[in-house]
Each structure stands twice: as C-alpha cells, then as structure tokens.
C-alpha cells in the first residue's frame, strides 16, 4: 500500500463508523448457466405481448415460459413440442408470436419480398399463392414469419432482446437470429443509398 493510499484509508476509518475498509464476500457466486433463467421476468415480457400482439396460440403463459427457456437452450421446435405434448407447429406459432426467429424459417421456396409486396398490396392467400405459384398454406406460413418480422422491427427487437436478457443462456447458446433479422433489414433498405460521404 502507497502513502497516498494509506493516507485515505486512514481518513475512511476516521469518518467512518466500520472497522474495516472491505468487507468478506463469502457468498456464493452462482453461474450464468443455472435456473434456465428468470421465470418472472419471461413472464412480464409474454404478459405485455399478448397486451400488444393478438398471439395465434392457445399455449398458456408457462408453456409459453417453457418454449423461450428451450428455444434459448438451443432447442428445436420437434423437442420443445414433444416435451409439452403438443404440435411442433403450435411451437412454430408460439415462437413467431413471441419474435423468435429461427434462420430456417426465412428459408422459402419463394422470394419473401415477392410475397411480402403481394400482401402489401392487399392480396388475399388464394390469390398471393395463385400469383406466386405457391399452395396457399405455403403463404400462411410465410405471412406469419413476415408479420414476426415485422413487428420486431416496428419495436427494434425489443421483445426478443428482453427475453434474451431473462435467459442466462442466451448469449452462451448462440441461438440469435443474425441471418432472420439481416434478410429482413436486406429487404427494408433495398434501392437505398449507401454510398454516403461526409
């Protein structure tokens, strides 16, 4: 210890009340990998979602609790379904109700902004898939990732990056959805300028 050091040390303990300059830690630290994260928190998040969003699964909120702790985890929508008993497509829904996207699930067999600009210009699901040559339940499916898609970028993957915050997981998982939210922003800033100087 240097004089200065010393010097406040002894200042501290003349005007401070303690013994000591430090106190023990003893308490155990955890880990970042245990609890499979805050159940609470999760739970606040879906709460406000379903205030905001109109979700197309009947899944209570502990399962819904359930498929971001899983999702997070690294696991897929087959594990999750079976390990509440219920579709793997419930799951899919679940997930895109809560704007967790999956790489795979841009992964069509069609151009999403085709269809994106079909819906956009208020085409119905018979006559978008008669358009793209597409069977109609291919255009309800791709219509939910889009409309996912599109409200987490109307709030900035709020939601998601709250749930990910509520899950210790989801950093050490490497389960984000890079590639989903970069096709997305691909297509919102198609024909804008990027060679800007200063």
Same mark, same amino acid.
Do not use: C
């Given at each position: 210890?240097d004089e200065k050091t010393e010097e406040?040390?002894?200042?501290?303990?003349?005007? %401070? $009340?303690?013994?000591?300059?430090?106190?023990?830690?003893?308490?155990? @630290?955890?880990?970042?990998?245990?609890?499979?994260?805050?159940?609470?928190?999760?739970?606040?998040?879906? /709460? $406000?979602? @379903?205030?905001?969003? $109109? !979700?197309?699964? &009947?899944?209570?909120?502990?399962?819904? +609790? #359930?498929?971001? @702790?899983?999702?997070?985890?690294?696991?897929?929508?087959?594990?999750?379904?079976?390990?509440?008993? +219920? /579709? #793997?497509?419930? +799951?899919?829904? *679940?997930?895109?109700?809560?704007?967790?996207? @999956?790489?795979?699930?841009? =992964?069509?067999?069609? $151009?999403?902004?085709?269809?994106?600009?079909?819906?956009?210009?208020? /085409?119905?699901?018979?006559? *978008?898939?008669?358009?793209?040559?597409?069977? &109609? %339940?291919? +255009?309800? #499916?791709?219509? #939910?990732?889009?409309?996912?898609?599109?409200?987490?970028?109307?709030? %900035?993957?709020? !939601?998601? %990056? &709250?749930? /990910?915050?509520?899950?210790?997981?989801?950093?050490?998982?490497?389960?984000?959805t890079d590639e989903a939210t970069e =096709?997305?922003?691909?297509?919102?800033?198609?024909?804008?300028?990027?060679?800007?100087?200063?």
């Amino acid at each position: 210890m240097d004089e200065k050091t010393e010097e406040l040390r002894d200042i501290f303990m003349d005007v %401070s $009340e303690e013994e000591t300059v430090t106190e023990q830690q003893d308490d155990d @630290r955890g880990s970042l990998t245990e609890g499979g994260g805050d159940a609470a928190q999760i739970a606040d998040v879906i /709460a $406000e979602m @379903r205030d905001r969003y $109109e !979700f197309s699964t &009947e899944l209570a909120d502990d399962d819904l +609790v #359930r498929v971001v @702790r899983d999702y997070f985890d690294g696991s897929s929508d087959a594990t999750i379904a079976d390990d509440l008993g +219920v /579709a #793997r497509d419930t +799951v899919v829904r *679940a997930r895109l109700d809560l704007h967790l996207l @999956r790489d795979r699930d841009t =992964d069509a067999p069609i $151009e999403l902004s085709a269809l994106r600009e079909q819906l956009d210009d208020g /085409a119905t699901t018979s006559d *978008a898939a008669d358009a793209l040559d597409i069977s &109609e %339940s291919t +255009v309800r #499916r791709y219509r #939910r990732v889009l409309d996912a898609q599109a409200e987490s970028r109307r709030v %900035s993957e709020r !939601f998601h %990056s &709250e749930l /990910a915050d509520a899950t210790p997981d989801a950093d050490l998982s490497g389960r984000m959805t890079d590639e989903a939210t970069e =096709d997305g922003l691909e297509d919102a800033t198609e024909g804008m300028e990027t060679n800007v100087s200063f």
